[in-house]
């Protein structure tokens, strides 16, 4: 199976992109053990979900690409 990793974090003050990189080192984890082969990885840094205005240009790829 192959699949897409998405990761996001609202707020990202010192601007480093720490948790979604430790986010998709657990996705990549969790498709590596099902044997599930990863075809992209998708990251909206400091991108809130909450807000309605908000452009996602990661998650838009990642819907693209499905």
Do not use: C, Q
């Not at 996705?27 to 992209?40: C, F, H, I, N, Y």
């Amino acid at each position: 199976m192959r699949v897409g990793l998405y990761t996001r974090i609202s707020e990202d003050v010192a601007g480093e992109g720490l948790a979604p990189l430790a986010r998709g080192k657990t996705a990549r984890s969790l498709a590596e053990r099902r044997g599930w082969t990863v075809a992209g990885v998708y990251e909206d840094n400091d991108v809130s979900a909450f807000k309605t205005k908000v452009t996602r240009p990661e998650f838009g790829h990642l819907m693209e690409d499905l």
